[in-house]
């Protein structure tokens, strides 16, 4: 069960995104597989991708499209199949199902953008499948259809995950409202997920790059479950333009506004990933404080979200913060003082000057461990600098998930 998140409620419609899911039998039957987004005339788009240099071939092809200026009008998402790791078929598969959109829509192959999620390195005729699929799908679309959407795009989430946010710009109200999936395989640039975020918001083009880059920085590329970084990622804001607002610049008041609602989407978004990380039981924010330098901050946060040994003691309950110490230690700080080092669990402080706090008992760590939320900040005790992340913990159900993926 997914820690402290529950299905999406309140979903808002974004004027000018119709959402609509079919089932077209990518991997399994009786299931809605394919998710089509239309996009009315005028609308922007940004995207940013994973860096994985596997990168699957609707990566290849997205990024391709985007880079290409044309004016975006639809994307097609589909499950069961990452088409990764398929060489030259995949991509004309993943062209293909362009053009299928395309012509289902009256636009052109290169205002479509394909995703894809599921298993890698199996060979499926993706475009068969979304052309016959298309015909069901494109009558259904509906700007109500984000709850659909939400669910459709899953693969081993147990969860559908989508939020949305208003905030006022130029005197009007501007909605922004987001989807996810994501459950394993996830670890920054980017965090195996796809992430969806529309707005009716006017934003000039730069702008729109800005808010997409600062969002993901501050929730995406701040994720780990397993630190496995998948072929597939993605991560796209639309702005259609509809609300009404003077257009949106980087640096006005209203960026400001619209930034902080975009990046309370994504945030949320992200840690619910990790919330409905696959087999997780707890839920763990890391903060590291007191570095020299962010970079620092991350390194030793990650390398303790990274080690099994502490992912499997927080599943366990088991306050064994030798763990944490060991981690630390080995983040790769060269010049760090280990007396400065203080570390606490859930506000109890169980490490200060580098050695167990005389206060400390064994019970009161046991009782913060048994929480299903359990902060983690670590103050290093050298500068100024600070950073957070969120991981869950490794537990015998993330072994079955990923042992029977492809059965």
Not at 227 to 248: E, H, K, R, Y
Request: hydrophobic share 45%; proline share 4%; net charge negative.
């Amino acid at each position: 069960m997914p820690v402290g998140l529950s299905a999406p409620r309140d979903l808002l419609p974004v004027s000018g995104v119709r959402l609509a899911t079919a089932e077209a039998g990518i991997r399994y039957a009786g299931r809605r597989d394919l998710t089509l987004i239309h996009l009315d005339p005028g609308t922007r788009v940004a995207g940013v991708f994973t860096r994985n240099r596997f990168r699957a071939a609707p990566v290849l092809v997205a990024e391709a499209h985007l880079a290409a200026g044309r004016e975006i009008r639809a994307l097609v998402i589909n499950t069961g199949n990452a088409n990764a790791g398929t060489g030259e078929t995949g991509l004309r598969s993943a062209q293909e199902s362009c053009e299928a959109v395309a012509l289902a829509l009256g636009c052109t192959s290169g205002q479509v953008l394909p995703f894809s999620t599921g298993v890698i390195g199996e060979p499926v005729d993706l475009a068969a499948r979304i052309r016959g699929a298309l015909p069901g799908c494109v009558p259904a679309l509906d700007r109500n259809g984000w709850n659909g959407a939400a669910q459709a795009i899953l693969t081993t989430d147990t969860v559908a995950k989508a939020f949305s946010r208003q905030v006022e710009v130029d005197g009007r109200p501007v909605t922004v409202t987001g989807m996810a999936k994501g459950s394993g395989m996830i670890r920054p640039d980017m965090a195996t997920m796809l992430a969806f975020i529309a707005t009716d918001a006017a934003v000039e083009k730069a702008a729109l790059d800005e808010l997409l880059h600062r969002a993901v920085d501050a929730s995406f590329n701040r994720i780990t479950v397993d630190g496995d970084m998948s072929t597939n990622d993605a991560c796209i804001l639309m702005a259609t333009g509809q609300a009404g607002n003077g257009p949106v610049e980087s640096g006005s008041a209203g960026f400001g506004r619209l930034r902080e609602a975009v990046q309370e989407v994504a945030l949320a978004l992200a840690q619910a990933i990790v919330r409905d990380g696959e087999g997780a039981t707890k839920f763990i924010p890391v903060r590291v404080s007191g570095g020299k330098n962010p970079a620092e901050c991350l390194q030793v946060a990650y390398r303790m979200a990274h080690s099994p040994l502490i992912k499997t003691a927080f599943f366990a309950s088991d306050p064994n913060w030798g763990r944490l110490l060991a981690a630390i230690g080995s983040a790769g700080v060269e010049d760090l003082d280990v007396r400065q080092v203080q570390i606490s669990l859930g506000g109890l402080c169980i490490v200060r000057q580098g050695a167990r706090d005389p206060a400390y008992t064994e019970a009161a760590g046991q009782a913060v461990m048994a929480r299903e939320e359990i902060p983690v900040h670590v103050d290093l005790g050298r500068g100024t600098a600070e950073e957070e992340i969120w991981t869950c913990d490794l537990s015998h159900e993330y072994v079955r998930i990923n042992a029977e993926y492809r059965s």
